[in-house]
């Protein structure tokens, strides 16, 4: 079991920054690939980036490559999610998650956290 709690969101103007962070308990976390995803009203989830257990590899959609990094800190139990340059079509709710493997595919994932609203306004 792993439980996962968000925090980090809120409301920037466009081409300001925000960093999320995921605090992560339960069994052999540092085991685990980390993932963000993130969904818009009226609009389905959508992957943001992931990260392996040992850091490597990173993947990101295209739409944030360039922008977002995502990272971890095992010994503190932490993935962050630094995003930059942001852009109205950034707001969501973000959503870290965690899994056995590293992958692009919300299915693959078995813990979920709440939730973070980040809002960019234009």
């Known amino acids: 079991q792993v439980q996962l709690v968000e925090s980090g969101g809120g409301l920037v103007q466009t081409g300001e920054f925000l960093r999320l962070s995921c605090a992560a308990s339960?069994?052999?976390?540092?085991?685990?690939?980390m993932g963000w995803f993130r969904q818009a009203p009226g609009k389905e989830r959508e992957f943001a980036a992931a990260?392996?257990?040992?850091?490597?590899?990173?993947y990101y959609t295209d739409s944030v490559k360039g922008r977002f990094t995502i990272s971890r800190d095992n010994a503190k139990n932490t993935v962050d999610l630094q995003m930059n340059s942001l852009k109205p079509e950034d707001t969501a709710v973000y959503y870290c998650?965690?899994?056995?493997?590293?992958?692009?595919?919300?299915?693959?994932?078995?813990?979920w956290g709440q939730g973070t609203q980040v809002t960019v306004s234009s």
């Open positions: 998650a965690a899994g056995s493997g590293i992958s692009r595919f919300g299915r693959d994932f078995d813990y």
């Open positions: 339960g069994r052999t976390f540092r085991r685990y690939a």
């Open positions: 990260i392996s257990w040992s850091s490597i590899p990173t």
